[in-house]
């Protein structure tokens, strides 16, 4: 858990995603075509993935991936981040989080 909110403050958008995961995939390119640069931790290819995994469950992220965190605040799964973009809410989390600036 220490480790995932550590890696979660590091940068302004972070992505625990998974290389196999459609969704993940899917979440990275809505980030990348914003302009935005987000962390992105491949749990699959991470060591103790497992472990991380198993922590993100534990903060509520069904299934575990992909989870996103902003401002280094836990936002949500793929669901949760397609609400936001759809709302409108997810530009301006992102400005508040500095990780857009127009």
């Not at 972070?14 to 979440?27: E, Q, Y």
Request: net charge positive; with cysteine; charged share 20%.
């Amino acid at each position: 858990m220490d480790r995932v909110a550590k890696l979660a403050s590091q940068k302004a958008v972070v992505i625990f995603s998974k290389s196999s995961c459609c969704m993940c995939h899917a979440i990275k390119r809505l980030f990348y075509e914003q302009g935005v640069s987000p962390a992105i931790y491949e749990l699959d290819e991470d060591s103790r993935g497992k472990e991380m995994e198993w922590a993100l469950m534990r903060l509520g992220c069904n299934p575990s991936v992909p989870a996103v965190f902003i401002g280094g605040k836990f936002v949500g799964s793929a669901n949760t981040v397609m609400t936001l973009q759809l709302n409108g809410s997810l530009k301006k989390m992102l400005k508040e989080a500095g990780a857009l600036w127009l």
